[in-house]
C-alpha cells in the first residue's frame, strides 16, 4: 500500500508514522509538505502528531487552511483513506473532516502516558482487525484532547456508530477514572459518516515495537492493510 | 489606523477546566463571594489603510473564518478609529 | 542618533571593574563607546567569558579516545561507533527561571537544543535536573509547577522528547531554583559543523526569529546575586517560540546537508555580540555587521541594543560566497529571516556599524582571548569543620523500621516523579527503550544494534559537607546509573551551579568540586566534553549548595543487554555488589528523620568504584542479570523497594534477610557508595560469583522475589509492608504536595 | 451580582508568538493591512454579595495577586452591576 504522511510546520511525529509504515510494516510511505497542492495516489494518509503552527490560537486551526488541505479533502471525497492522530485529529475536526472539537485537558496539564482504550466498532478500515469491545493499551500525548461537540452530534455519532474507540480501565469499563483527559462519553477517536476518515489522540505508532513496550497500535496499521489488500482484489 | 479589539469566549455548555481552577484558586487565596469564573482570549487586531466599515466586515469575517470555532466559541468585536 | 558619552555611573551599572575597564581601553587604545563597552561587559561576564572558573575547568580530564570534540566548541562530540556522533551538553537557566519560571526554563530549553543543532546533529533528547525549595511553601510550588510547565510546553511543541532527569529539594534552593538541561543529538561523524567564522569575503547571515529588546543584559544579569531590587529588572524576560524554533532546526538541518555552510553558531547569552565574535575568534578572522540589516520586531532600536539583544530562536552562520541565494531559499520554505548582515574580514576586530556609521570596532583577540581571568582566592570556611561533625551515638535508633521506610519513599527526593515527567513527550522519535523512571534513560540508535544511555546526577547536600567528595561522587553515581542500565559510560557534560566566586568560600567549595570530579572522571575513563558554570546563585548573601551536575552519556553495544532497577519474575536472588559501611553522614534519612544535615558524606573509593561498575557491566553483558539498580539517596531499603513497585505493570515483592553487623539503620538507610543491587536467576549465581571474583568486589546474597510485600528480617529490625502500601506512599507524595488527590 | 472584565495582555515589549503566528495565517488567507496582532485573556469573574466598590478593590487584589503575571503582563477590568 502506500502511504502519504503531510507534514506541517510544526508537526513532529511524521517520522515516526514513516519509521512505523516503512520500518514496521514494509510499506511505502512520503512525506507530503503541506505547500503542497496536489496528492499523487495514496491510498492512506496519515495527519501526524505534533504541534502544527505551534498549536498557536487553537489547535489545528492554521493548518486547515493549508495548501495541501484541499487535496486530503478530495481524497476523503473519492473514499480514500485518511487517519489524523492526535494533532493530525484536531487538524480535521477543524477542516470539518470529523465532527466535534478538542480542547483543553480538563487537568490543564500535559499528558503524556499510556492509556487503554476500547473498540466500540471494528466496522471501519482502521480497526476491522479488532475484536469488539477489546481493550488495547497505546500512549496518550497531548494537551488538548478532550473530545466535545455538541448533544444532537453526539447522538448522531452514537447512532451511527461513529465512536471507535474511548477512554477505558484496564478490565474494559469506561469511567471518569479511565478518562484522562475529560473527553466528552470517554471518547479517543471517531470517524466520519463515510467511515474512511478516522481521527483518534492516542498515538497508535508510538505502540508498534516490542523493544517499545507495547505491539497493540499495529492492529490499526494491519487493518489499513487488509482493507487495502481487499480493496486491491476487488479492484483486480 | 483601526484598531479591532476581539473577544473570543466559550460557548455557555462548553466546560471552563481554567476557569474552575482559577475560581478554586481564588477562593484558595481567601477571595470571598466569586461565584463564577470564565476565561477566554481577547485580540487586539491593527489594520492599517482601511476604513472603519471596511474594517468591521474584514474582521467578522476573520473571526468566522479563523479566530472562533463556531463548534465551541463565541465571538464579538469593536472597532476603534485612531 | 550619537551616543550617550560614557560616563562612571554606566561602567559600573555594566558590572565592569575598574581594572576591567582601563583593560578594554588598552585593547581598543581609547574609551570605549557605549555600544563597545556593552559588548565588552557581555563578553567579559562571568556567563561568557568563564573568568572565575577558567582555571579551574582546565584541571578537567577532556580527551580519550571516544572524544571527537572535547570542551571550546558549543557542545561535546562523541564517537559511538558505527559512524555516528553523539553531541551533548548542559546548560543552566536558573536565575531567568526564578524571575519567570515558566518562560525561563523554556528559553532554557531552547538554548540549549541551538547548542546541538548547530553542530549538526538532530536533537533526539533533552534531560532536566531541578533543584527547588521545600513545596510547602506556596512561591516553591509555583516556581516548579512554572518550571516544568515551561520544559513541558517548550520542549514538547519544540519536537524535541524530554525523556529523563532529576528533581531535588531542600531550603537553600527556595530562592534560587536550579534549571539545568541537557539536549543530545545525533550526527553522522563526517557531517559536523563548527562555530567557526572562515573565508574572508564570506557572508556572515542572521537566521531565525526577529530582533526584540528582550533580554538585553541577560548574560550580566546571569551573574549577579539577587537582591529585592531584582524584581525591577524583570522586562528584560524573554519568551520562547517553540515553533519558530522547531522550523530553525528543519532549516538549518536542511541547509547542512547542502554544501553552502561554512561555520554556524546559535545565537544565546548576549546574542550577536557573542555569537559573531566567537565565531571570528574560533576561525582567526575577524567580522563586519551592518546592524541596519538586522531584522527587527521593534521600532528605534539603538546598535546597543541591537547587539545586546537575548531575542531567542536566531543563529548566525557563515556561508560560502555565493551560496547566499541557496540559504534564502531554504530558510524561505520555513518562512523564517535570513538576511546577510555583514562579511568574514581578514583584520581581526569585530566592526559594528550603523550604516556608514562605525559604531564598534574591537580586536577579536582582545576581546574573546585576552578577556580576564582570575585565580580568585579560594579558603575553606570555618564551618566546614562543624558541618562535618556527627556523633552518630547521639542519633537514637528508630523504633519502627517500616515507617521510616515509609518516610523517606514520601520524601519529595525519593518519591515517584510521574507527575513530572508525564507531563513531557518522552516518547518522540520512537526510541525510548527505558524512559524516565529508572537509573538512566536508554534511547536506541536506528539502524544499529547498539543505544545510548544518560543519566545527571548531583548531590548537593554531599557537595556542602565535602565538595571534593561531593563532586566525585556525582560523576561516580552518574556513571553507575548508566552501567545499571547495561551501559558503557563514555564521557560526561557537566553543569557547576554555585555561589559568589568573589567569596572565598565559595571559591573554595568550587575548586574543590572541580578537583573530584576531575579525579573521578580520570579514574572512570570518562572524560569532560563540555559544560556550563552557573556562578552567583545566592540570595541576600546565602549561597546554593554547591551543586554540581553530571551529565554522563553511554554506549550500549547491544540495545538487548537494556536492564531496569525492577525485579523480574518471582523466585530470582536479589545480592548486593559492594559493601555497606556504617555512614550516615550527609544521609536523606538524616535529613527527613532527623533533621539533619551533618556528617562527612559517604567515603567514595574511585578504584573498587571502577570495579564495582565492570563486575556490572561483565554480569549483564553476560546475561546473568535480570535487574540492575544503583544503591544511592535513602539505601538499601529505599532500592530494594524501588525494585518491588517502580514497574507499575510487574510489582514483585521480595523477602531479605541481613545479619546486622552495623547500626541497623546505617545498614538500611545508610548511603555508602560504590553499591548496586542485581536480581538473577539462581543458576546465574556461580557466574555472577566468578566475574565478582575477578574484579575483586564482594557480592552479598540478600534474599528472593516473589510475593507481594517486601518484608527484611534482621535481629532488631522486622519491615513488613504490603506493595500496595509502598506504591500508594511512593507515588502518591509529589501530587499530595501539590493538594491532588 | 456584579461582573467583572477582566483584560490581560502581554506587556509591550514581550513577544506574541502566538499573535505573529495569527497575523501569518490572516495574511495567509488574503486579509490585508493587518499590521499586528496581540493576543492576550479576556476573563470574566462573578461576584455575589459585595458592593462595586469591594468588588473594585478585589478583582484588582485578584490581578495583581493571580489573574495576570506581573513579569510579563499588563491588566486592565472593568466592574459591571446587574
Ligand atoms: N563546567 C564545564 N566543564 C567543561 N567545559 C565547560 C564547562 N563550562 C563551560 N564549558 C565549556 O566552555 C565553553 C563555553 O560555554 P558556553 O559559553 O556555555 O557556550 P554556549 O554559549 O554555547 O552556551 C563550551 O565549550 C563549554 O563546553
Ligand atoms: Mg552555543
Known amino acids: 500500500m502506500r502511504f502519504g504522511i503531510v507534514v506541517f510546520p510544526g508537526s513532529n511525529c511524521e517520522l515516526d508514522c514513516h519509521w512505523v509504515v516503512q520500518n514496521v510494516l514494509g510499506q511505502q510511505a512520503d512525506l507530503i509538505w503541506h505547500k503542497e497542492n496536489t496528492l499523487k495516489d495514496y491510498d492512506c494518509l496519515i495527519l501526524p502528531g505534533g504541534f502544527a503552527h505551534g498549536d498557536y490560537l487553537r489547535t489545528g486551526a492554521i493548518a486547515r487552511f493549508s495548501p495541501i488541505m484541499a487535496a486530503i479533502e478530495d481524497h476523503a471525497r473519492r473514499g480514500g483513506l485518511v487517519l489524523g492522530i492526535c494533532n493530525g485529529f484536531q487538524v480535521l475536526c477543524e477542516a470539518g473532516l470529523l465532527p466535534g472539537a478538542l480542547l483543553r485537558n480538563t487537568s490543564l496539564n500535559f499528558i503524556c502516558r499510556p492509556v487503554h482504550v476500547r473498540v466500540d466498532s471494528t466496522a471501519t478500515p482502521f480497526s476491522a482487525a479488532c475484536t469488539q469491545g477489546q481493550v488495547l493499551c497505546v500512549p496518550i500525548n497531548h494537551n488538548e484532547g478532550r473530545y466535545y461537540c455538541d448533544a444532537e452530534t453526539l447522538a448522531h455519532l452514537r447512532d451511527n456508530d461513529q465512536v471507535i474507540f474511548r477512554y477505558v480501565s484496564p478490565e474494559g469499563k469506561a469511567s471518569d477514572a479511565a478518562n484522562p483527559n475529560g473527553s466528552l462519553d470517554n471518547i479517543a477517536g471517531v470517524c466520519n459518516e463515510q467511515r474512511n476518515v478516522l481521527g483518534l489522540m492516542p498515538h497508535p505508532e508510538r505502540a508498534a515495537e516490542e523493544l517499545l513496550g507495547s505491539t497493540n497500535g499495529l492492529l490499526l496499521f494491519e487493518s489499513i492493510l487488509s482493507y487495502g489488500r481487499a480493496a486491491s482484489l476487488t479492484r483486480g | 489606523m483601526i484598531r479591532a479589539k476581539v473577544y473570543v469566549t466559550l460557548k455557555g455548555g462548553v466546560l471552563d477546566p481554567q476557569g474552575e481552577t482559577v475560581k478554586g484558586a481564588l477562593e484558595m487565596l481567601g477571595f470571598g463571594g466569586v461565584t463564577d469564573v470564565r476565561i477566554g482570549k481577547f485580540m487586539v487586531i491593527t489594520l492599517n489603510g482601511v476604513s472603519r466599515e471596511e474594517a468591521t466586515s474584514r474582521v467578522d469575517q476573520m473571526c468566522k473564518k479563523l479566530l472562533a470555532n463556531p463548534v465551541i466559541e463565541d465571538y464579538r468585536f469593536e472597532v476603534e478609529e485612531g | ?741
Not at chain 3, 517548550?154 to 539545568?180: D, I, K, Q, W
Not at chain 3, 557508595?673 to 574484579?695: K, N, P, V
Open chain 3, 1 to 741: 542618533m550619537p551616543e550617550p558619552p560614557v560616563t562612571q555611573e554606566i561602567i559600573a551599572a555594566h558590572q565592569l571593574t575598574h581594572e576591567e575597564y582601563k583593560r578594554a581601553s588598552a585593547i581598543l587604545g581609547r574609551e570605549p563607546t557605549l555600544t563597545e563597552l556593552g559588548i565588552f561587559s557581555v563578553m567579559w561576564s562571568e556567563h561568557c567569558s568563564y573568568k572565575s572558573s577558567k582555571v579551574h575547568l582546565q584541571t578537567l580530564p577532556t580527551s580519550g579516545p571516544r572524544v571527537l570534540q572535547g570542551p571550546g566548541e558549543n557542545a561535546g562530540v562523541v564517537d559511538l561507533g558505527d559512524g555516528l556522533a553523539a553531541v551533548f551538553k548542559v546548560e543552566s537557566h536558573n536565575h531567568p527561571s526564578y524571575i519567570e519560571p515558566y518562560q525561563g526554563a523554556a528559553t532554557g530549553v531552547g538554548g540549549i537544543i541551538r547548542d546541538i543543532f548547530t553542530m549538526g546533529a538532530r536533537p533526539i533528547a533533552l534531560l532536566n535536573s531541578l533543584r527547588f525549595g521545600p513545596l510547602t511553601e506556596a512561591r516553591n510550588r509555583y516556581v516548579m509547577s512554572g518550571v516544568v510547565g515551561g520544559i513541558s510546553g517548550y520542549g514538547n511543541a519544540v519536537g524535541v522528547p524530554t525523556v529523563g532527569g532529576e528533581v531535588g529539594f531542600a531550603e537553600c534552593y527556595s530562592h534560587n531554583p536550579l534549571v539545568n538541561v541537557l539536549c543530545v543529538g545525533i550526527a553522522p561523524i563526517d557531517k559536523l559543523f563548527f562555530a567557526r567564522a572562515g573565508g574572508i569575503g564570506n557572508p556572515v547571515i542572521y537566521v531565525g526569529a526577529k530582533t526584540g529588546r528582550d533580554g538585553i543584559h541577560g548574560a550580566t544579569m546571569a551573574s549577579e546575586t539577587f537582591d529585592e531590587k531584582s524584581e525591577e529588572r524583570r522586562p528584560t524576560v524573554q519568551v520562547g517560540d517553540p515553533f519558530r524554533e522547531k522550523l530553525l532546526i528543519e532549516a538549518c538541518l536542511e541547509l547542512m546537508r547542502t554544501d553552502a555552510l561554512v561555520g554556524i553558531q546559535d545565537m544565546g547569552a548576549a546574542g550577536l555580540t557573542c555569537s559573531s565574535c566567537e565565531m571570528a575568534s574560533r576561525g582567526g578572522t575577524g567580522v563586519e555587521i551592518d546592524i541596519r540589516l538586522v531584522p527587527r520586531r521593534e521600532e528605534g532600536m539603538t546598535p546597543y541594543e541591537v547587539m545586546l539583544s537575548e531575542s531567542q530562536e536566531r543563529m548566525l552562520l557563515v556561508a560560502r560566497q555565493g551560496a547566499e541565494a541557496t540559504v534564502r531559499e531554504i530558510f524561505a520554505g520555513y518562512d523564517l529571516d535570513a538576511v546577510v548582515v555583514g562579511r568574514v574580514t581578514g583584520d581581526g576586530v569585530m566592526r559594528v556599524r550603523d550604516g556608514e556609521r562605525v559604531v564598534a570596532e574591537i580586536p577579536v583577540k582582545g576581546l574573546v582571548a585576552d578577556a580576564p581571568v582570575y585565580q580568585r582566592p579560594a579558603v575553606r570556611p570555618a564551618w566546614q569543620d562543624e558541618v562535618q561533625h556527627l556523633d552518630v551515638d547521639t542519633i537514637p535508633l528508630p523504633r519502627d523500621y517500616g515507617e521510616v521506610l515509609l518516610q523517606l519513599l514520601a520524601s519529595p527526593a525519593i518519591a515517584c516523579k510521574a507527575m513530572v515527567w508525564e507531563r513531557y513527550d518522552h516518547m518522540l522519535f520512537l526510541n525510548t527503550v527505558v524512559g524516565p523512571g529508572a537509573d538512566a534513560v536508554v534511547l536506541r540508535l536506528k539502524g544499529t544494534d547498539k543505544g545510548i544511555a544518560l543519566a545527571t546526577d548531583g548531590n548537593g547536600r554531599y557537595t556542602f559537607l565535602d565538595p571534593f567528595t561531593g563532586g566525585m561522587i556525582a560523576v561516580a553515581e552518574a556513571a553507575r546509573n548508566v552501567v545499571a542500565s547495561g551501559a558503557e559510560p563514555l564521557a560526561i557534560t557537566n553543569c557547576l551551579n554555585f555561589g559568589d566566586p568573589t567569596r572565598p568560600e565559595i571559591m573554595w567549595q568550587f575548586a574543590e568540586a572541580v578537583r573530584g570530579m576531575a579525579a573521578a572522571c580520570g579514574a572512570l575513563q570518562t572524560p569532560v566534553t563540555g559544560g556550563n558554570v552557573s556562578l552567583y546563585n545566592e540570595t541576600m548573601g546565602k549561597a546554593i549548595f554547591p551543586t554540581p551536575i553530571v551529565g554522563m552519556l553511554g554506549v550500549l553495544d547491544h540495545i538487548s543487554h537494556t536492564t531496569t532497577p525492577a525485579w523480574k519474575e518471582a523466585g530470582d536472588m536479589v545480592v548486593l555488589l559492594g559493601e555497606t559501611r556504617e555512614e550516615l553522614g550527609g544521609s536523606e534519612y538524616l535529613k527527613v528523620c532527623h533533621g539533619l544535615v551533618q556528617g562527612r558524606p559517604p567515603a567514595m573509593d574511585l578504584d573498587l568504584e571502577r570495579r564495582v561498575q565492570r563486575c556490572c557491566l561483565e554480569a549483564i553483558r553476560g546475561g546473568v542479570v535480570r535487574s540492575a539498580h544503583d544503591c544511592s539517596d535513602g539505601g538499601l531499603a529505599v532500592a530494594l523497594a524501588e525494585g518491588c513497585i517502580s514497574d507499575p505493570e510487574n510489582q514483585i515483592g521480595i523477602d531479605v534477610s541481613l545479619p546486622e553487623t552495623l547500626r541497623p539503620d546505617a545498614l538500611f538507610f545508610g548511603e555508602s557508595q560504590s553499591r548496586m543491587i542485581l536480581s538473577l536467576r539462581e543458576a546465574g549465581l556461580t557466574r555472577l560469583q566468578a566475574i565478582a571474583d575477578h574484579h575483586g568486589v564482594v557480592v552479598t546474597p540478600l534474599g528472593r522475589t516473589g510475593g507481594s510485600r517486601l518484608i527484611c528480617r534482621g535481629r532488631t529490625v522486622n519491615i513488613d509492608i504490603d506493595l500496595a502500601e509502598l506504591d500508594r506512599v511512593w507515588r502518591g507524595s509529589l501530587p499530595a504536595s501539590f493538594g491532588q488527590e
